[in-house]
T-cell receptor, first 112, second 115 residues
Framework: DQQVKQNSPSLSVQEGRISILNCDYTNSMFDYFLWYKKYPAEGPTFLISISSIKDKNEDGRFTVFLNKSAKHLSLHIVPSQPGDSAVYFCAATLNRDDKIIFGKGTRLHILP | GAVVSQHPSRVICKSGTSVKIECRSLDFQATTMFWYRQFPKQSLMLMATSNEGSKATYEQGVEKDKFLINHASLTLSTLTVTSAHPEDSSFYIC???????????FGPGTRLLVL
């Protein structure tokens, strides 16, 4: 059973506009959420994270929003740039045991 | 930032052979390393947690006799796929834990193709 769900396998966004990547989770015990970016044939790289006690975290062009009641989080990228084209994984951890549970990823295409 | 390397980056082998993949943390000590595999269009699946000096902890459904993990030092963990079969063809990624959750650094991955 998928505990972290990314229901959109792909997303296309015009360069300069906002990219919004969505993620839902089922386990209310998750204490930490992370977003990773992955290029083909490379390992994931960490982008941004948020603790379950917060509802927003911002870092440059990246903002993550957490809605615990809806068990939903989203990653906003603004403005979107060509180099943002990649697969984005939403992930969560449980009880700080360092295991990361990943969603299936969303492929983001930034259109010129 | 911290660097994690994997070797080899790509390997092609015949069915029935064993393949060893190395994961090294290059500039920090990692008491814990994780091994993941990724099938096309699927998420990263955690296979096992590798702790230095102790036995690895395998996730449910992962055969410990098939995927041998050795974490002999604070900078090296190895994954050996024994008697590989075509269904083992996948992208294997390791990660090493630094001082906090954000500091789980991923290796570049190893593409395994079993013919």
């Amino acid at each position: 059973d998928q505990q972290v769900k990314q229901n959109s396998p792909s997303l296309s966004v015009q360069e300069g506009r906002i990219s919004i990547l969505n993620c839902d989770y089922t386990n209310s015990m998750f204490d930490y959420f992370l977003w990773y970016k992955k290029y083909p044939a490379e390992g994931p790289t960490f982008l941004i994270s948020i603790s379950s006690i917060k509802d927003k975290n911002e870092d440059g062009r990246f903002t993550v929003f957490l809605n615990k009641s809806a068990k939903h989080l989203s990653l906003h990228i603004v403005p979107s740039q060509p180099g943002d084209s990649a697969v984005y994984f939403c992930a969560a951890t449980l009880n700080r045991d360092d295991k990361i549970i990943f969603g299936k990823g969303t492929r983001l295409h930034i259109l010129p | 930032g911290a660097v994690v390397s994997q070797h080899p980056s790509r390997v092609i082998c015949k069915s029935g052979t064993s393949v060893k993949i190395e994961c090294r943390s290059l500039d920090f000590q990692a008491t814990t390393m994780f091994w993941y595999r990724q099938f096309p269009k699927q998420s990263l699946m955690l296979m096992a947690t590798s702790n230095e000096g102790s036995k690895a902890t395998y996730e449910q459904g992962v055969e410990k006799d098939k995927f041998l993990i050795n974490h002999a030092s604070l900078t090296l963990s190895t994954l050996t796929v024994t008697s590989a079969h075509p269904e083992d063809s996948s992208f294997y990624i390791c990660s090493a834990v630094g001082t906090g959750k954000e500091t789980q650094y991923f290796g570049p991955g190893t593409r395994l193709l079993v013919l």
